[in-house]
């Protein structure tokens, strides 16, 4: 019984862990103020030609978008004297692909969040006297392995993002529509690759001490049972 309660709550550390940095990625990727601060950080008014305002809507847009909250990316912004569609037809095409890529992240999460919770369930009757310890002996278990992979990410990242981010769209992506021209394509204007370095270095910090948090709170846990189990 005692290695089935453990690897329950190894299993439900693992998709804590999963739910957490899904929460990080969310937190940062939908933040309104975050964008506007890097747009105005990497000057993308004069790279674009769009005025602040017209950056807030067309964020705004690709937030709903992706989202599943609007069905369409016809934003307009003055150029030149003149109104025009903020998006090409191909930078519309990739962003449906994100948003699929999204949608499957977010019935992942699900599905950790429901089989966390089974498992959570399933140990409360395994061993629920010992629950406290097994889970925080658990979770600092998988704690090493999301340290492990963090770590791994942000050395890649700081190595060479160039070449981790192409790494990264060749893996999620079977076409070539993230492929886009600076020329004239909105969208790697408005993102260029110091913005999602930066995106990239905030996800992990914010995911990186939120996980760490916890493992302090699950040291903290097996030190006050121990004690509470000498008092006896």
């Not at 004069?46 to 992706?66: C, D, N």
């Not at 979770?139 to 981010?165: E, H, K, N, P, Q």
Request: one cysteine or more.
């Amino acid at each position: 019984m005692r290695v089935i309660a453990y690897i329950l709550a190894v299993v439900f550390s693992l998709c804590f862990i999963g739910g957490l940095f899904w929460g990080c990625l969310e937190s940062v990727a939908f933040d309104r103020d975050y964008y506007m601060g890097e747009y105005a950080r990497l000057d993308r008014e004069a790279a674009t030609g769009m005025t602040r305002e017209e950056f807030g809507q067309a964020t705004q847009a690709l937030f709903a978008y992706v989202r599943g909250e609007r069905d369409d990316l016809d934003v307009t912004a003055q150029a030149g004297g003149v109104h025009r569609d903020v998006f090409s037809q191909r930078e519309k095409a990739h962003m449906e692909d994100v948003r699929r890529l999204y949608r499957l992240g977010s019935t992942v999460r699900y599905v950790l969040w429901a089989l966390g919770a089974v498992c959570l369930i399933m140990l409360a009757f395994v061993c629920r006297r010992r629950m406290p310890r097994v889970l925080s002996t658990s979770y600092l278990t998988a704690l090493v392995g999301a340290g492990a992979v963090s770590g791994l990410l942000a050395a890649a990242i700081a190595m060479d993002f160039g070449r981790f981010w192409d790494g990264f769209h060749r893996l999620l992506f079977t076409n070539d529509l993230w492929m886009l021209d600076p020329s004239r394509d909105a969208l790697i204007r408005m993102f260029p690759p110091d913005f999602f370095l930066k995106m990239a270095e905030t996800v992990l910090l914010r995911f990186g001490v939120i996980i760490t948090v916890f493992g302090i709170a699950a040291v903290a846990v097996l030190i006050a049972t121990r004690r509470r189990k000498e008092a006896f």
